[in-house]
T-cell receptor, first 111, second 118 residues
């Protein structure tokens, strides 16, 4: 069973601090990884995608990928109350050409 | 950026009736569209892949006769939930990559349709 695992949270982080979200995946053949943000009652929106081992930075967001450990993370610097949402990790199953989503981590930024 | 719309945004229906949900790509063509279902506090689960001009591909465990998909044009896919029951109540989301897109990072999600079956 191909899975993407996330801690459901909630993860509470003070405003201005760094929020760290983690995700593991079971299929070693996965090539592409995505972080989506989903507000309650809304559809997901893409925050970051990463294909290569290492870090990828975009503004306040940094995605980290470690294929050897099958681990993906998302760091949010200078957290803002508007960052409070559920963050979904997703992995593209290369052989099946599908995306598998994790259950998401609820993030609360405390003002 | 590219926009995907869904209609209706929320529908309430009686048990046993059928409900049609539309997914439209507004400013691009999509030969493929994906239909997901999301229960509260759960992950998005891929239900089926809708292919323009051909039959949809359903995921294991999804009843093709219950969830009818029609992708009649390059900008429209419909999902019909037939003989809906309360357990079908969920958030249905479609997504579409522009035709020719090779990576999932190019797919765009619709705003979702909340289905409540009484």
């Amino acid at each position: 069973q191909k899975e993407v695992e996330q801690n459901s949270g909630p993860l509470s982080v003070p405003e201005g601090a760094i929020a760290s979200l983690n995700c593991t995946y079971s299929d070693r053949g996965s090539q592409s990884f995505f972080w989506y943000r989903q507000y309650s009652g809304k559809s997901p929106e893409l925050i970051m995608f990463i294909y290569s081992n290492g870090d990828k930075e975009d503004g306040r967001f940094t995605a980290q990928l470690n294929k050897a450990s099958q681990y993906v993370s998302l760091l949010i610097r200078d957290s803002q109350p508007s960052d409070s949402a559920t963050y979904l990790c997703a992995a593209e199953m290369n052989r099946d050409d599908k995306i598998i989503f994790g259950k998401g981590t609820r993030l609360h930024i405390l003002p | 950026g590219a926009v995907v719309s869904q209609h209706p945004s929320w529908v309430i229906c009686k048990s046993g009736t059928s409900v049609k949900i539309e997914c439209r790509s507004l400013d691009f063509q999509a030969t493929t569209m994906f239909w997901y279902r999301q229960f509260p506090k759960q992950s998005l689960m891929l239900m089926a892949t809708s292919n323009e001009g051909s039959k949809a591909t359903y995921e294991q465990g999804v009843e093709k006769d219950k969830f009818l998909i029609n992708h009649a044009s390059l900008t429209l896919s419909t999902l019909t939930v037939t003989s809906a029951h309360p357990e079908d109540s969920s958030f249905y989301i479609c997504s579409a990559p522009p035709s020719g897109a090779k990576n999932y990072n190019e797919q765009f999600f619709g705003p979702g349709t909340r289905l409540t079956v009484l």
